[in-house]
């Protein structure tokens, strides 16, 4: 198999990381350029647009659930394209991911709505949202694969944490357009048309990653390990069977950092709109805290190569844990600067310290010919549990406790502390750290 050395040889090459880091961002916004896109629709229009009801509560309950649904094809995308990573290959998988996930945001900004065509209107929704997890479910571990492959082991933390920037990139671009458009359009235009203009538009951003991945090579690792016909697996088959134990530790990791960026970036909202809080203090604090992600990021990739993945990542937790039930004190006081600090502690600190060191993380836990499918079952499973139950629990549980936030807190903490758990029973990766350990790399 390819030693450490021989990984370094190849990829020692910084122009090439940052193009390939580059790639596997944009396509990693365009995922999440749905995911808010979406989340944002459910909350103000599509309620009303796709599940009329009385009352406005149920609406909202109705569009929370659409969103979860993606998140239930999640995990088979996951196997699905983690195979294809395994077997045909990395750069072959990512092409055909961002095709699915962007033509189907596209598709959501043709949609008619249930005035035109009745109970049709809300199947379609469900149907593209199914498509987009498919293809959702093999493009995160297929990004940041593809960097980790490329990234020098002592500096892969932080060359693969610039994947992670997708997610806030994706964050704030339909955030932005809907902010310009409500600025420009009346609550009735936006209503009519003007809801539909982010989803079109994703179509530039897929047209933009498509046009950069098509000019990467493939992984120089996986290209190695298909001459010596190592690829000729059952790459799930195998990882179920011989790390069992690393996928439940792996999913256990993910769950606190999937729940938490899709509560304090989507469900945030319902709970504002159930407790009558400004929304434009809401907002405009969230898109601050994670335009500062962007720079927190990386640096806590580069952090994960000095000290570790693992005490980067706990850290995070145990912030998130510690922060969730001062988070809503602050935001129910409805003051800007309060609600800014409490979403610069839990998005730009808490989220990032968790987010930035799963890129090198996850991929280091497997060995090179089984590592996409590895991947992509800990990435796809944990957000299921972690952000597709959210989704679907969110508002009722805002529902059932009056709109308080405890139901909520309540879910970060227990949530955190599973992964806490999970990341003191994995072993250290980083080359600089493990001394010996773990030697899951390159095996």
């Known amino acids: 198999m390819v030693s450490t050395t021989d990984i370094k040889n190849n990829v ?10 580059s790639a596997s961002a944009i396509g990693t916004a365009a995922e999440y350029y749905d995911f ?3 989340g944002t629709a459910a909350v103000l229009f599509f309620g009303h647009l796709f599940f009329p009801s009385s009352d406005p509560l149920i609406s909202t309950l109705a569009a929370f659930a659409t969103y979860a649904v993606g998140f239930l094809a999640r995990p088979l995308g996951g196997i699905v394209f983690g195979h294809i990573g395994d077997k045909v290959g990395r750069k072959k998988a990512l092409v055909i991911t961002i095709l699915i996930v962007g033509l189907g945001t596209f598709c959501i900004g043709l949609l008619p709505t249930y005035e035109k065509i009745g109970i049709w209107a809300p199947v379609l929704l469900i149907l593209i949202r199914v498509l987009q997890g498919f293809g959702v479910g093999g493009e995160q571990a297929g990004a940041v694969l593809m960097t ?6 002592e500096r892969r933390g932080f060359f693969s944490s610039w994947v992670q920037i997708g997610a806030p990139a994706g964050f704030l671009l339909p955030m932005a357009l809907f902010a310009l458009l409500n600025s420009f359009l009346s609550p009735e235009a936006m209503m009519d048309y003007g809801w539909r203009i982010p989803f079109l538009l994703s179509a530039l951003l897929v047209i933009v990653g498509l046009f950069i991945r098509l000019r990467i090579d493939e992984s120089p690792v996986f290209a190695q390990i298909r001459e010596t016909k190592a690829a000729e697996s059952r790459p799930v088959i195998e990882v179920i069977r011989n790390y069992p134990g690393i996928v439940v530790k792996g999913v256990c990791a993910k769950l606190i950092e999937a729940c938490t960026f899709a509560m304090f970036t989507v469900i945030v909202l319902a709970y504002g709109k159930a407790n009558n809080l400004d929304a434009t203090i809401l907002m405009d604090s969230m898109i601050v805290a994670v335009l500062l992600e962007i720079i927190a990021i990386p640096a806590m990739g580069a952090l994960s190569d000095r000290i570790g993945r693992k005490p980067v990542y706990i850290a995070g937790a145990l912030l998130q844990v510690i922060a969730i039930i001062p988070f809503f004190m602050a935001i129910n ?3 800007y600067w309060l609600t800014q600090i409490a979403m610069i502690v839990v998005i730009t600190l808490g989220h990032s310290m968790c987010y930035a060191p799963q890129a090198s993380y996850f991929p280091e836990l497997f060995p090179t010919h089984i590592r996409c499918s590895g991947i ?13 139950v959210l989704g679907l629990m969110a508002v009722k549980i805002l529902q059932m406790t009056g709109g308080h936030y405890y139901g909520m807190a309540s879910y970060v903490i227990v949530l955190g502390i599973i992964s806490v758990i999970g990341l003191l029973t994995m072993p250290e990766t980083a080359p600089k750290r493990r001394h010996g350990e773990y030697q899951g790399w390159g095996h």
């Open 36 to 38: 808010f896109a979406y």
């Open 12 to 21: 020692d090459n910084t122009p090439i990381i940052k193009r390939v880091a």
């Open 376 to 388: 992509a079952l800990i990435w796809q499973i944990g957000s299921l549990v972690g952000s597709g």
């Open 333 to 335: 006081q409805d003051i």
């Open 148 to 153: 980790a492959e490329y990234s020098m082991p």
